[in-house]
T-cell receptor, first 115, second 115 residues
């Protein structure tokens, strides 16, 4: 069984400040990890993913995340927040093979960006 | 179309009625997934199709829920005798392959309200 825990259901930052959204996972097999973003009344959009290889992954819109096996973490960061980053962010986990698209999601973190 | 299309975007129904939700995946995508997003449960996997068959329907919450896919394309999620707890946003996603490289593309969802 796998699970994902997102620490903090709401995060508020000022424009230009660092964004840090936390995600910890539990998995008995090597995980594949994802961050998705959801804007109001829209579907989910993939920000970035970790499958194998380099543990620091870069995604769209200046976001990146680092897979840390020892800490079972996959935190999402962005050096400088922009107003357009305001949205809900979901961390998700899956295993490979035919179960690849069967994602287990965290509860989500709503990011608010203040001017 | 360019993306995953879902209809209706909004559906209000009375308790006990049946509803059908439609998903039109991206052309050529062989895998199709249904997820449910609700306030209490977050994002949950419901069912996955590879072509017209459903190898994994483990997330369907009860026998009132069923889904089919025809022609390897359009899928319909049917909820019979709707209950208030069925109120949620139902998201459909598709991907080109089911292996470790397929990215899921999500539709904007069908919001179901059961009165």
């Amino acid at each position: 069984a796998q699970s994902v825990t997102q620490l903090g259901s709401h995060v508020s930052v000022s424009e230009g400040a660092l964004v840090l959204l936390r995600c910890n996972y539990s998995s008995s097999v090597p995980p594949y990890l994802f961050w998705y973003v959801q804007y109001p009344n829209q579907g989910l959009q993939l920000l970035l993913k970790y499958t194998t290889g380099a543990t620091l992954v870069k995604g769209i819109n200046g976001f990146e995340a680092e897979f840390k096996k020892s800490e079972t973490s996959f935190h999402l960061t962005k050096p400088s927040a922009h107003m357009s980053d305001a949205a809900e962010y979901f961390c998700a986990i899956t295993t490979g093979g035919t179960s690849y698209g069967k994602l287990t999601f965290g509860q989500g973190t709503i990011l608010t960006v203040h001017p | 179309g360019a993306g995953v299309s879902q209809s209706p975007s909004n559906k209000v129904t009375e308790k006990g009625k049946d509803v059908e939700l439609r998903c039109d995946p991206i052309s050529g995508h062989t895998a199709l997934y249904w997820y449910r997003q609700s306030l209490g449960q977050g994002l949950e996997f419901l069912i996955y199709f590879q072509g017209n068959s459903a190898p994994d329907k483990s997330g369907l919450p009860s026998d009132r829920f069923s889904a089919e896919r025809t022609g390897g394309s359009v899928s319909t999620l049917t909820i019979q005798r709707t209950q208030q707890e069925d109120s949620a946003v139902y998201l459909c996603a598709s991907s080109f392959v089911t292996g470790n490289t397929g990215e899921l593309f999500f539709g904007e969802g069908s919001r179901l309200t059961v009165l």
